[in-house]
């Protein structure tokens, strides 16, 4: 008996682990070819270490039912060889549990090893210790580097052949990469960087995996290399190889955000508009970058000043929820598009030319043909008379009618609900009102320790100013930089009018003088070195300069990106002003000599001393910060260098959860000991660039449609709900404050929809959804006709259907979600001459 219960269970494990078949990825000059048969692939990037594993299915599964057939990752090296040949794939870095989420979801991957990943990720993904290797030379013919990178490669693809995941051994990997963007800067590298491609090329080819490679914006691609396109439009982009179908590896949903930036938007209208376009003008393969751009945990953002929201307006916001209207509004451009794949991959293609920019293409195959008319015309509608009907294009959008006579989908009619997402309160207990955290405190403590204090267990001594990642190798954002002299008494730099004088690579510096901060200074404006100056006091005898620089993320992008300095560069001078006095009487009373007397310190000993005292301490983390000190009472604000802790209870519920940091300054934050990365809520945007609407015509650009102007440039941090313990109080808030703040205001928040609106065009099938558990609770609004004005403040037009509003209520209210077939049929009959509309707003 117990054997063939055993035998059963075998027998089940052994069908549900039964490999799946292999597939053989291919490709001609129109399209991918999966087992012979050309493919439409809409792919999205999900980047696994920007969000967590709990999270991976529920995001995969959202792609998915968006009409994603592709998931498309980069490989982050520098995550996972932090420490030279110590490999972690553990957590949010588990590589291969991400793409088999991704396969058990029957979606493919691309795998974009790079391992150069630009991505807004610390130093472009690559690994500090790297630079700090002799004689090496980043992405260019150069032996130890290549060493390094086809060293890191073979770890992944082997990694990936041993769990069987290219499609070759029937794993969802249809697609990989090797280099990234590296067109763009070929330039600066002469002939060594064109040696190098081709070695990157020879290098990808080696590996056998039996799926196509790619290189993205790299026009000299050799073959058998399919060379991709980047950007916000990718219509106009032609492979270099005849043999090579038009790819498009990032069409950019939105933008990323830096500290002191505006929130970039891109509409769904404009977006829709480009990838219709880039089909209507041949393409087969296209992936969203981002598709959800998530979160830069820990210190992995890079730029330098990304903020830690990688949001970037993707079709999936940062903490998963559905971005509406983008993503309902692409899915049905994916559903419509994968519905053409025969026609758009083998169909003869001509073309009308209507002027203004407007052009009809005609899709063949097998006595079908499907349409696209498209308008780029910035500002006017196109009229156009096609087979002698007419039809009526808006500006800057494509009409898609698969079968050249009904119009299906216009770019720029949307036909899904904007979502209007709110943040609840914490609503774990109702009976503590209000919410408040109690807080415990500790001091950083450097400022009250002794000038000895502050040097033990350094690092070392050396009479010389060294870059600060030379230094670190990017362990911690801090270096302490310290030196000291003696002065006598005569000498002019006692006066009163002296100052400290510091030339910093970047990007904020703290100042010391014999253990009294006298002044902090960051970068602006984008520009990463500065000089900081400040008026200090020195005493007879030894004195002693502390310089605290604080790193803010690597830069990831350009030519030579990895050898932009970071830290104290200097000179750093002590300037005294002596007056002179025998001139005094010579030039009368009101007018003085001053000279300048400079003691240079860059060559002076200067001791390093990586990260903070609470950082080796492990303040962060609960399990050991219990075995310092905590001060419960006299709770300071607006004070630089403090640890903060608190506990809270989870809340309640699936919705995704943030916490509201409002009232701190700068600083790093963790939940449980997971970082929920930087903080830098005193680091404003930019009063500039931002306007209450957006227009979705034109050619877009990050810097079009911005909002959050003049406000903190991130305000809510992610909270995952796998770093959170659900069932206690039990859970930790660990937060060091750099610069001074006030933690009375931090709230723990849910963030959900609240409410909703559409407004959609007769023929379609609306759907009208809340999310997290919460039902439809009101109609607000809801006229079939001929409305008018906004999502808030719709308004009855001259005709509309009597009952619309009830029957609305019947199908929605007391439901999470409802589906409204917006036509005369289900929500009566109009009155009106036109083609009819429905404008609805729901209360969730
Ligand atoms: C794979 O597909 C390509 C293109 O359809 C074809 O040329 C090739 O022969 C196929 N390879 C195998 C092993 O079936
Ligand atoms: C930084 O990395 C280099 C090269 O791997 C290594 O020799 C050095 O010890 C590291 N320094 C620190 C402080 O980790
Ligand atoms: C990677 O480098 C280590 C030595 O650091 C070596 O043992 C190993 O064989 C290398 N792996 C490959 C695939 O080159
Ligand atoms: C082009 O557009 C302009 C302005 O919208 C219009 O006056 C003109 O007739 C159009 N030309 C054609 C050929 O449609
Ligand atoms: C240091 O900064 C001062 C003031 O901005 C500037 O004039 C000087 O050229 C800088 N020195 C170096 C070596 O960069
Ligand atoms: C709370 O968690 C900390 C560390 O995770 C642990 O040391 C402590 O005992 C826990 N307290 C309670 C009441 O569970
Ligand atoms: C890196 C890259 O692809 N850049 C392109 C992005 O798109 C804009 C607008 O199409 C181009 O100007 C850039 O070259």
């Known amino acids: 008996m117990a054997s063939s219960i055993f035998l059963l269970i075998s027998a089940f494990f052994l069908f549900i682990t039964l490999p799946s078949f292999a597939l053989n990825v291919s490709h001609d000059g129109r399209a991918l070819t999966i087992d012979g048969e050309r493919r439409i692939l809409l792919s999205g990037s999900i980047h696994y270490p920007r969000s967590t594993p709990g999270m991976w299915p529920s995001l995969i599964k959202k792609a998915k039912e968006g009409g994603i057939n592709t998931i498309e990752t980069y490989v982050f090296w520098n995550a996972h060889e932090a420490l030279r040949r110590q490999y972690d794939f553990s957590g949010n870095l588990d590589l291969v549990r991400f793409l088999k989420t991704v396969q058990d979801e029957g979606l493919y991957a691309v795998l974009r090893i790079g391992p150069y990943v630009c991505a807004e990720w610390n130093y472009g993904g690559f690994p500090v210790w790297l630079h700090n290797i002799p004689d090496i030379k980043f992405r260019t013919k150069n032996d130890v580097f290549m060493n390094e990178m086809s060293n890191f490669t073979t770890v992944i693809v082997d990694m990936m052949k041993h769990e069987n995941l290219f499609a070759s051994q029937g794993g969802p990997i249809i697609i990989s990469q090797i280099e990234n963007e590296y067109g763009n800067v070929i330039g600066s590298y002469g002939n060594d960087g064109k040696e190098y491609v081709q070695w990157c090329a020879n290098l990808a080819q080696s590996y056998q995996t039996g799926v196509p490679w790619v290189m993205c914006q790299e026009s000299d691609a050799p073959s058998p290399m399919i060379n991709t396109c980047n950007g916000w439009y990718c219509d106009q982009f032609t492979p270099n190889n005849p043999n090579s179908p038009k790819m498009w590896t990032e069409n950019w949903t939105g933008w990323y955000k830096g500290w002191g930036l505006q929130d970039p938007h891109r509409t769904a209208e404009d977006l829709a508009y480009a990838v219709a376009r880039f089909f209507q003008y041949g393409g087969t393969f296209q992936n969203y970058y981002m598709y959800h751009g998530g979160t830069n945990f820990g210190r992995t953002s890079g730029g330098p000043y990304i903020t830690t929201s990688y949001d970037y307006d993707a079709p999936l916001d940062e903490y998963g929820n559905l971005n509406q209207p983008k993503w309902g509004h692409l899915k049905q451009l994916h559903l419509l598009l994968r519905s053409l794949e025969k026609v758009l991959t083998h169909g003869s293609v001509r073309s009308i030319e209507y002027g203004n920019m407007t052009t009809a293409t005609i899709y063949s195959y097998e006595g079908k043909s499907s349409c696209f008319f498209g308008n780029g015309n910035a500002e006017d509608a196109a009229t156009i008379n096609f087979e002698n009907t007419m039809y009526t294009v808006p500006a800057w959008s494509v009409t898609i009618l698969p079968d050249c006579f009904t119009e299906v989908y216009n770019t720029a009619k949307v036909n899904s609900q904007t979502s209007v997402m709110v943040k609840k309160e914490n609503a774990a207990d109702d009976f503590e009102e209000p919410y408040v955290l109690k807080w415990q405190w500790r001091d950083e403590g450097f400022e009250h320790s002794n000038k000895n204090g502050l040097v033990e267990d350094s690092l070392m001594t050396v009479e010389q100013l060294l870059e600060q990642k030379s230094v670190t190798n990017d362990t911690s954002d801090y270096l302490w930089y310290i030196t000291s002299f003696n002065v006598k008494n005569n000498d002019p730099i006692l006066g009163k009018d002296t100052t400290l004088q510091v030339n910093t690579s970047g990007h904020i510096i703290h100042a010391f003088v014999n253990g009294r901060h006298v002044g902090s200074q960051y970068a ?182 911005m909002t959050n102007c003049g406000k903190p440039s991130q305000r809510w941090y992610h909270v995952p709900r796998d770093f959170l313990n659900s069932d206690d109080n039990n859970n930790t808030l660990v937060v060091f404050e750099e610069f001074g703040g006030n933690p009375w205001n931090v709230k723990f928040q849910t963030v959900t929809v609240g409410s909703a609106c559409a407004n959609a065009y007769e023929g379609n099938t609306l759907e009208l959804s809340c999310q997290g558990g919460n039902v439809v609770s009101q109609i607000r609004f809801a006229s079939f006709g001929s409305p008018n004005g906004a999502c808030g403040s719709f308004g009855a037009g001259q005709c509309e259907s009597p009952s619309a509003l009830s029957t609305i209520q019947k199908a929605c209210i007391g439901k999470e979600s409802c589906s409204i077939d917006v036509s005369e049929s289900y929500l009566g009959p109009t009155g009106c001459k036109k083609t009819n509309r429905l404008a609805v707003e729901i209360i969730c």
């Open 524 to 705: 602006q404006n984008g520009k990463y070195s500065f000089t900081f100056e400040k008026k200090i006091k020195l005493n007879i005898g030894r004195n002693e300069i502390a310089l605290l620089s604080v790193t803010v993320g690597l830069p990831n992008y350009g030519a030579n990106f990895d050898l932009v300095q970071t830290g104290i560069s200097g000179p750093v001078n002590v300037v005294g002003r002596e007056r002179l006095d025998d001139l005094t009487q010579k030039l009368g009373d009101e007018k003085y000599i001053i000279q300048e007397v400079t003691k240079e310190l860059a060559f002076n000993k200067w001791t390093y001393k990586i990260g903070l005292r609470g950082e080796r301490q492990q303040l962060h983390d609960p399990v050991h910060s219990h075995r310092w000190r905590w001060f419960g009472d006299n709770l300071p604000t607006n004070k630089m260098f403090v640890w903060y802790k608190t506990t809270f209870k989870a809340p309640t519920g699936s919705d995704p959860v943030v916490v509201d940091l409002m009232g701190l300054g700068k600083g790093h934050a963790w939940v449980n000991g997971h970082s929920i990365g930087r903080y830098w809520l005193s680091y404003l945007a930019s009063e500039e660039g931002c306007s209450p609407t957006c227009d979705y015509r034109g050619t877009y650009s990050n810097s079009k449609c």
